[in-house]
């Protein structure tokens, strides 16, 4: 089985690639994380663009949600909310209506950040988005604030708790995925 995991943040270095990679340590028996990295490359959404050609991005995205059981979105938080980058990337996977890959697919959310707050209001609304896309979005959000504390050498969570609450999203997600 294959969670797709994406990364709000197109920063290189991020703490949210971290927590994917952190994820990779929590993953249950028999499941492999794939990482999406095409983010920066996803055009603006634009209706009037959904009659035409898919531009090349967006059909990468769209075949990499859609060939994954799941997905883990691991989301910073700027302006107390989600990446445009991202949400725009959300945009184009909702996309046609009826017909979408986000519908119906498994999805959790997990976020880390500098502030102590860990991405909580980021988290909520990217939830909200993804539930009003049709997604089925499952488990607990897990917070990671501090994050330049958070993770070890080999990008696994340092707090047990934290990494049990990781491991348990994990769990879910892949309960959730009908075969």
Avoid: C
């Avoid at 709000?8 to 499941?31: K, Y």
């Avoid at 860990?118 to 909520?124: K, N, P, T, V």
């Avoid at 990494?163 to 309960?175: D, F, K, P, Q």
């Amino acid at each position: 089985m294959e969670i797709l995991g994406i990364a709000g943040s197109i920063r290189a270095q991020s703490f949210n690639r971290r927590l994917l990679a952190a994820a990779r340590h929590e993953l249950p028996d028999g499941v492999r994380l794939a990482q999406w990295d095409g983010l920066a490359s996803v055009p603006p959404f634009d209706e009037d663009a959904e009659d035409g050609p898919v531009p090349p991005a967006v059909a990468e995205l769209r075949e990499a949600i859609a060939s994954a059981a799941s997905l883990l979105i691991a989301t910073p938080e700027y302006n107390g909310s989600i990446p445009g980058q991202l949400k725009n990337a959300l945009d184009w996977a909702s996309r046609p209506r009826g017909a979408a890959v986000l519908a119906g697919k498994p999805v959790a959310v997990v976020g880390a950040s500098p502030s102590p707050h860990g991405a909580a209001m980021a988290q909520g609304d990217l939830r909200r988005v993804l539930t009003t896309s049709g997604a089925s979005v499952v488990g607990e959000p897990v917070v990671v604030g501090q994050a330049f504390r958070q993770f070890d050498e080999h990008d696994r969570l340092l707090d047990h708790e934290l990494r049990a609450a990781l491991a348990g999203v994990l769990v879910e997600l892949t309960s959730r995925v009908v075969v």
